[in-house]
């Protein structure tokens, strides 16, 4: 299980994001293949996809609220 979230993690924390792409890894075979029968929850992921949806949320509403400035200017 150690080794699979470590391994995980040093993916993730490569450089070249166009090349070493996490979200493009089948997890499911990596784990099989390392004996696990269940994959191992992988909190840095879930807490990178916690904060990309906050982020988004925060820019969409920055929108929203830009466009509603803009109406009150007009």
């Known amino acids: 299980m150690q080794a699979f979230v ?4 040093g993916y993730f924390l490569m450089a070249n994001k166009a090349m070493f792409d ?6 499911d075979s990596y784990a099989q293949s390392l004996g696990l029968v269940l994959i191992p929850r992988i909190r840095f992921l879930q807490k990178q996809e916690k904060l990309e949806s906050e982020k988004k949320n925060r820019l969409e509403g920055s929108v929203a609220f830009g466009s509603l400035s803009l109406l009150l200017i007009w």
Do not use: F, R
């Open 6 to 9: 470590a391994y995980m993690k």
């Open 22 to 27: 996490i979200s493009k890894l089948d997890t």
